[in-house]
């Protein structure tokens, strides 16, 4: 069964402060992984699609790079306005499969 | 352009009684998928439509069903409503394959009380 797992849950940062996320996935044939942040109470918002191991996208302060097994979404400089739950999902068949997300909170 | 839009965005309905959902996704696309989110399990697919045919279809009971008219508009239905139905319920469309970007509405929250 597709799966996919982030970590960490949940991550405090300084602005300034960069780091990175982390999507581990499990799935037959990968045909694309995609990241996408979340305001509270709106819907998903996205921001790559990577399809092949060594890819990489950037924009703005984010850059998502993908390994056979995992994808990182990093973060440089974050701001205040970078608050938000990232999540990662894996095309399955016609359907995406999300990952449980992580919570980020920048402070100034 | 203009984004996937989803009525309502806010509905209260009591169990027992059933209720409809609208998506209309974005000028062009011709798959909605549909999904719920809830703190617990997240994001769980619900299922896919493509040119009016379901195309897939998530571990969900037969009360949710859903349907796509001719202008690629979007319909979910729930019936017998339980009180663990209460969700942000999402829609998303994309041009084909989801392997291209999918965009997501505002979602319609539901609670069921």
């Known amino acids: 069964e597709d799966q996919v797992t982030q970590s960490p849950e949940a991550l405090r940062l300084q602005e300034g402060e960069s780091s990175s996320l982390n999507c581990s996935y499990t799935?037959?044939?990968?045909?694309?992984l995609f990241w996408y942040r979340q305001d509270p109470g709106k819907g998903p918002e996205f921001l790559f699609t990577?399809?092949?191991a060594g890819e990489e996208k950037e924009k703005e302060r984010l850059k998502a790079t993908l390994t056979k097994k995992e994808s990182f979404l990093h973060i440089t400089a974050p701001k205040p306005e970078d608050s938000a739950t990232y999540l990662c999902?894996?095309?399955?068949?016609?359907?995406?499969?999300f990952g449980a997300g992580t919570i980020l909170r920048v402070k100034s | 352009k203009a984004g996937v839009t989803q009525t309502p965005r806010y509905l209260i309905k009591t169990r027992g009684q059933q209720v409809t959902l609208s998506c209309s996704p974005i000028?062009?696309?011709?798959?909605v998928s549909w999904y719920q989110q809830t703190p617990g399990q997240g994001l769980q697919f619900l299922f896919e439509?493509?040119?009016?045919?379901?195309?897939n279809k998530g571990n969900f009971p037969g009360r949710f069903s859903g349907r796509q008219f001719s202008n690629s508009r979007s319909e979910m239905n729930v019936s017998t409503l339980e009180l663990g139905d209460s969700a942000l319920y999402l829609c998303?469309?994309?041009?084909?394959?989801?392997?291209?970007?999918?965009?997501f509405g505002q979602g319609t929250r539901l609670t069921v009380v």
């Open positions: 998303a469309s994309s041009r084909g394959s989801l392997n291209t970007e999918a965009f």
């Open positions: 799935v037959s044939g990968l045909r694309g």
């Open positions: 990577l399809y092949s």
């Open positions: 999902a894996v095309q399955s068949g016609n359907k995406l499969v």
């Open positions: 000028s062009g696309h011709r798959s």
């Open positions: 439509y493509f040119s009016e045919t379901q195309r």
